[in-house]
């Protein structure tokens, strides 16, 4: 039971001036009690919010896992305290995945600087890039996941200086060239064209070729929170054109909407967990295949998920939901496409 402060004589509200006449202020809500207090209320305080939050914030997540929908009829129907806002809910989960995700993106490479500078083949260390990562991949005292993940690495740089200046090619190759054909012709390039490739050109003047795809990759991932961000409203909204707009308001399907991707991002996030938790153990093939069979495991029902989700949810028969689902689905996938293209040529022009 938790314990409660005096409450101070003076009736007027610390807030808002308004008179208390009980515990807590009519008007805004705060408790009308002593502002300097002892260490032991305040850890007392302390216990107890951190209490509420880890029980709030499990029953959330074991919830959104295991139970597709429950959590957001449970918040619909008036019972919010005992979970996550939905906002925060969501607002953690991505802050915390793509954190991980680029931390554990830079792994490998971090890996590698420091396995060279621990004395792996020392004197190979003076040698061009390319000469002594190969040079340490055949090192038969670096541990095997070393060396695979030199391999790995060498294979990506190799890839990426094939590629040379065909990465992201819009169709010309200098500002010059564009000038030149809208000299002779203005009409024959469109102003958003003629932007698009201006800015290709800066990024390319800016990095060799062989660095492109490895920046390309790091603003993706550092843009796909926005993109997740402004997709939510319009998942949201197909939804909206799906169902009774009499029972069901836009903001319903908001925190339906605000949950699922919740789930999407959480799966992802335990995968990446597991499989580099994993990794760090032993490097046997065993240790791969569990790995491997628990992705597996992880993505089908993530894609399952959707369809017990949506038939609890909205309450319709089995047939219809599921047609709905497939409906859903497959406008989705289609809307998809054009955000991971406007993804990456969005990514590639604003490379840093």
Avoid at 220 to 242: D, S, T
Avoid at 254 to 280: A, E, K, R
Wanted: aromatic residues 18%; contains cysteine; hydrophobic residues 45%.
């Amino acid at each position: 039971m938790a314990h409660k402060n005096p409450l101070r004589k003076d009736k007027t509200c610390l807030n808002c001036n308004y008179v208390v006449e009980q515990r807590f202020c009519p008007n805004c809500g705060q408790e009308n009690t002593d502002t300097r207090k002892t260490f032991y209320h305040l850890f007392v305080h302390f216990f107890e919010d951190l209490t509420h939050y880890e029980n709030a914030f499990w029953k959330t997540i074991r919830n959104l896992i295991l139970k597709p929908a429950a959590l957001t009829k449970e918040y619909l129907s008036g019972k919010r305290l005992s979970y996550l806002a939905p906002v925060r809910l969501y607002i953690f989960i991505s802050f915390v995945t793509f954190f991980m995700f680029n931390i554990l993106a830079n792994e490998e490479e971090q890996l590698i600087k420091n396995e060279a500078k621990a004395g792996i083949l020392k004197d190979t260390v003076k040698l061009p890039e390319e000469v002594w990562l190969e040079e340490i991949a055949k090192d038969k005292r670096a541990p095997k996941a070393v060396v695979d993940s030199l391999k790995h690495f060498i294979r990506q740089k190799k890839e990426g200086e094939i590629m040379e200046q065909d990465f992201m090619n819009f169709g010309y190759h200098s500002q010059a060239e564009m000038d030149s054909i809208r000299q002779k012709d203005p009409d024959a390039i469109n102003d958003f064209e003629y932007w698009i490739n201006k800015k290709s050109f800066e990024v390319k003047k800016r990095y060799p070729a062989s660095m492109l795809p490895e920046k390309f990759k790091q603003s993706v991932i550092q843009n796909i929170p926005k993109a997740l961000f402004l997709y939510m409203p319009i998942f949201a909204l197909v939804l909206w054109l799906f169902h009774n707009k009499k029972r069901w308001y836009y903001f319903d399907h908001g925190i339906f909407t605000l949950h699922y991707f919740s789930f999407l991002l959480l799966i992802n996030l335990i995968v990446l967990l597991v499989d580099s938790l994993l990794s760090s153990i032993s490097s046997h093939f065993l240790v791969d295949a569990v790995s491997g069979i628990f992705a597996l495991i992880a993505y089908l029902w993530m894609f399952y998920y959707f369809f017990p989700a949506h038939h609890r949810f909205f309450g319709e028969s089995r047939l219809i939901s599921f047609l709905k689902s497939m409906a859903l689905l497959f406008i989705n996938m289609i809307l998809i496409s054009f955000l991971l293209v406007f993804l990456f040529v969005y990514s590639f022009v604003n490379i840093h």
